[in-house]
């Protein structure tokens, strides 16, 4: 289980790297990279392995983007009538 702490030592989000979004820290590996990969399929350790970093890493990026979606309001989208 990735621990708030874990997340606050692994992830950064600084404006003068990638334009503040959030990344590996160390790194310019940015959450949504490493999250896209693990989208199209890769096993958590291969997205670790092509993109340099540790598969504790891999998971901490998860649980960020778990934590942000769990505080963010969504609304309702409803697919138009054709």
Do not use: F, W
């Amino acid at each position: 289980m990735v621990t708030p702490d874990d997340m606050a030592r692994r992830i950064v989000t600084d404006p003068a790297v990638c334009h503040g979004k959030p990344t590996m820290r160390g790194t310019r590996v940015q959450v949504s990279a490493l999250l896209g990969a693990i989208a199209g399929g890769d096993p958590l350790s291969q997205v670790a392995d092509d993109y340099g970093v540790s598969v504790e890493d891999v998971r901490a990026a998860v649980a960020y983007a778990n934590d942000v979606l769990q505080r963010e309001q969504h609304v309702s989208l409803r697919a138009k009538a054709s």
